[in-house]
């Protein structure tokens, strides 16, 4: 049987890391959005495209 305490440490865990996805959308979102107010649609759409083939290089 698993311990009481191992239990409560993985879904701590478990919701940290929910926790910090959720907070990093969040952020993502708001860095978004504060670019769209300060360049053009195109340009924002240029960097992020950028920013994801880089993203995607990182594997």
């Known amino acids: 049987m698993e311990r009481p305490a191992k239990k409560i440490d993985e879904i ?4 940290t890391a ?6 990093s ?12 107010t300060h360049l053009p649609r195109e340009d ?4 992020l495209e950028r920013e994801a083939e880089m993203l995607r290089e990182l594997d």
Request: proline fraction near 0%.
């Open 18 to 23: 929910a926790f910090l996805k959720r907070a």
């Open 25 to 36: 959308i969040t952020y993502l979102e708001c860095c978004i959005s504060l670019m769209m």
């Open 12 to 15: 701590g865990a478990r919701e």
């Open 44 to 47: 924002v759409a240029a960097i």
